[in-house]
């Protein structure tokens, strides 16, 4: 069972900034997504291949998939980033550190939520520009890249967290 304390913390102003940002992210991805809907042929990319080649095509009613996922995950993260004390920590959790861990452990969920948003939003706007035969893929770069900046995300956020001691 978590041992950790369980403390009232108020975010930093990073962390609420990046929160604001993420709701309006996700309610800007509903519109985009509902208004260009009316201009998408019957048959949509639905999936790509690891070079950002669409590789099936479905209905086009697909395209809200992806921000029913995304809004289903951002609920998710919100509602987690609000309880620190039951992640996991690479350093121990005391009285002394907690306020200090936990405020990173929102702000690093904050951050994920908006890195994903923001690949879910980038994956449909080239799915509807694709559809629109106004690009052809995702390009070879976005898989790589998505993952260095997913790496740098975890790193920064364990190097700060091992400074938090």
């Given amino acids: 069972m978590n041992q950790n304390p369980k403390i009232k913390v ?3 102003k990073l962390t609420k900034q990046l929160e604001i940002i993420n709701y309006v992210l996700i309610v800007a991805f509903w519109i ?3 208004l260009a809907y009316k201009h998408l042929p019957d048959e949509i990319p639905t999936h790509y291949n690891g070079l950002g080649e669409v590789d099936a095509y479905g209905d086009k009613i697909t395209i809200f998939f992806l921000p029913l996922i995304a809004t289903v995950l ?5 509602i987690t980033a609000k309880k620190p004390h039951l992640f996991n920590y690479s350093e121990t959790i005391t009285s002394e550190n907690a306020e200090a861990q936990y405020k990173n452990a929102m702000r690093f969920m904050q951050l994920i939520n908006l890195f994903m948003l923001l690949i879910f939003i980038f994956i449909d706007y080239k799915t509807i520009q694709i559809a629109l035969n106004k690009s052809g893929n995702l390009g070879i770069w976005f898989l790589p890249l998505t993952g260095i900046v997913a790496v740098l995300i975890i790193g920064f956020n364990f190097l700060k967290s091992k400074k938090t001691k």
């Avoid at 951002?74 to 919100?78: C, E, G, R």
């Fill in 32 to 34: 985009i997504t509902l």
């Fill in 74 to 78: 951002f609920v998710i993260v919100s």
């Fill in 10 to 12: 108020k975010p930093k």
